[in-house]
Nanobody, 125 residues
Framework: QVQVKESGGGSVQTGGSLRLSCSVS????????VAWFRQAPGKEREAITASHTSGRIGYADSVKGRFTASRDLANNSLHLQMNSLKPEDTAMYYC???????????????????WGQGTQVTVSS
C-alpha cells in the first residue's frame, strides 16, 4: 500500500518562488517513480516532472529552466523548486507514485495509481 502526501503550496506574486515536497510511504518501497502534475480550473491535468527508477528526472517543456526537481532516495521524496512563477502556474498541484513506470510514459498521468490530495499554488499578478 502506497501513501502519497504533498506540502508546500501557497500564494505568491509573479516572479516569486515556492518549494513543494512530496512524501511517499513506505520509505522502503523499491523501483518507484514519483511525479508532479498540476490541474488548473477548466484545464486538463498537466505533467510537470517525474523521477524514473533509474534516477533520471524528466521535465515538461513548459517548466524547463524554471522548475527543478530533486529526489531523496532515502524516503522516496520528490521536491519541486519553482522559481520565476507566473499567473499561468496557478493550479492544484498533485503528486503521484507508481512502481516500474517506463521512461516513455513517465509523464503520463495514467501511469500512476497512487495520488496525493493536492496542494494549491496561486500566483497573482
Amino acid at each position: 500500500q502506497v501513501q502519497v502526501k504533498e506540502s508546500g503550496g501557497g500564494s505568491v506574486q509573479t516572479g516569486g518562488s515556492l518549494r513543494l515536497s512530496c512524501s511517499v510511504s513506505p520509505n522502503s518501497i523499491d523501483d518507484i517513480s514519483v511525479a508532479w502534475f498540476r490541474q488548473a480550473p477548466g484545464k486538463e491535468r498537466e505533467a510537470i516532472t517525474a523521477s524514473h527508477t533509474s534516477g533520471r528526472i524528466g521535465y515538461a517543456d513548459s517548466v524547463k529552466g524554471r522548475f527543478t526537481a530533486s529526489r531523496d532516495l532515502a524516503n522516496n521524496s520528490l521536491h519541486l523548486q519553482m522559481n520565476s512563477l507566473k499567473p499561468e502556474d496557478t493550479a492544484m498541484y498533485y503528486c503521484a507514485a507508481e512502481r516500474w513506470v517506463a521512461w516513455s510514459v513517465l509523464l503520463d498521468s495514467d501511469s500512476y495509481t497512487n495520488w496525493g490530495q493536492g496542494t494549491q499554488v496561486t500566483v497573482s499578478s
